[in-house]
């Protein structure tokens, strides 16, 4: 079982930048598709990003421009880059594997004036 522990949130002013990471256990992470999903208040949860273990990526559109999955299989962890932060953008950031379905606890994204 694949334990997945996220980090990076915070409260941030419209336009700001934030950085999460996602570290991961287990000795086969290179070949593992990541992603990156956000649940806001009242709704359902959604996928943001998701990078293969080849390195390709694919994001959501409302999310295009903005943010940059990336990952590094020596560190085992995974990143989500957030530029030009949106209050819509707030929510509980979770990670996850697409092979074992594994998830972690979330990171609250808070983006306010």
């Known amino acids: 079982q694949v334990q997945l522990v996220e980090s990076g949130g915070g409260l941030v002013q419209p336009g700001g930048s934030l950085r999460l990471s996602c570290a991961a256990s287990?000795?086969?992470?290179?070949?593992?598709?990541m992603r990156w999903y956000r649940q806001a208040p009242g709704k359902e949860r959604e996928l943001v990003a998701g990078?293969?273990?080849?390195?390709?990526?694919y994001y959501a559109d409302s999310v295009k421009g903005r943010f940059t999955i990336s990952r590094d299989n020596v560190k085992k962890t995974m990143y989500l880059q957030m530029n030009s932060l949106k209050p819509e953008d707030t929510a509980v950031y979770y990670c996850?594997?697409?092979?074992?379905?594994?998830w972690g606890q979330g990171t609250q994204v808070t983006v306010s004036s």
């Open positions: 287990g000795s086969i992470f290179s070949i593992y598709t």
């Open positions: 990078i293969f273990g080849g390195g390709g990526t």
């Open positions: 996850n594997t697409r092979e074992t379905n594994s």
